[in-house]
Each structure stands twice: as structure tokens, then as C-alpha cells.
């Protein structure tokens, strides 16, 4: 059993940066490969970024390319989202959550999820 529990996110003008940080829990927890996605108002979950449990594996959706960048520390059992140059439509719950496959990129192959963190960006 894994649990996350996320945070740091907060309104932001357009063009800041936030990082969010997720905290992971469980006496495995450094084994899983580690995903962000986000669901904005009245719209469906989306892929944000990935990590594989090394951390040597990192993968991007279009949308966050070279503004978002993840990381994570496994001393700590903790992911991080910096995330750069915001935008209006970066506005959303961002969830952070657990795999057992590198690189996933669907809800479904995630076992594990935290209850998210909102994250605001005013125009």
C-alpha cells in the first residue's frame, strides 16, 4: 500500500512558477514509477509528466514540454513538479499518483493516487 499526499499548489499570475510536491508513503513506495496528471473544471484527468523509480526515465505530455520539469528524491520518498512559465490553461486539480510501469501515461495504469492540489493561474 502506497499514499501520497500532495501540495504547493496556489493562484498564480500567468508566466510565474509553482512546484508542487508530493510525499509518498508505504514500505515500497520508492519502487513505483511516479506520474503528475491534472483535470481542469469539467474536463477529463490528463497526463501531465512521469518518472521512472530511478529517476533516469522522464516523459512529458506536448502541452508542459520545456516548461514543466519533474523530479524526484527517494530518500525522501517524494516527487516534485516545477512547473515554469504558467498559463490560464494550466488551471486544474493536479493529481500525483503510482505505477508499476515506466512511462505510463493513462489513468488506468496508475494503482495508486493522491487527492490533489489546486492549482490557479489568473490572465
Known amino acids: 500500500q502506497v499514499q501520497l499526499v500532495e501540495s504547493g499548489g496556489g493562484l498564480v499570475q500567468a508566466g510565474g512558477s509553482l512546484r508542487l510536491t508530493c510525499a509518498a508513503s508505504g514500505r515500497t513506495a520508492e519502487r513505483y514509477a511516479m506520474g503528475w496528471f491534472r483535470q481542469p473544471p469539467g474536463k477529463e484527468r490528463e497526463f501531465v509528466a512521469a518518472?521512472?523509480?530511478?529517476?533516469?526515465?522522464?516523459y512529458y505530455a506536448d502541452s508542459v514540454k520545456g516548461r514543466f520539469a519533474i523530479s524526484r528524491d527517494n530518500a525522501k520518498n517524494t516527487v516534485y513538479l516545477q512547473m515554469n512559465s504558467l498559463k490560464p490553461e494550466d488551471t486544474a486539480v493536479y493529481y500525483c499518483?503510482?505505477?508499476?510501469?515506466?512511462?505510463?501515461?493513462?489513468?488506468?495504469?496508475?494503482?495508486?493516487w493522491g487527492q490533489g492540489t489546486q492549482v490557479t493561474v489568473s490572465s
Open positions: 499518483a503510482a505505477s508499476m510501469i515506466t512511462g505510463a501515461r493513462t489513468v488506468y495504469e496508475y494503482r495508486y
Open positions: 518518472i521512472s523509480w530511478s529517476g533516469g526515465g522522464k
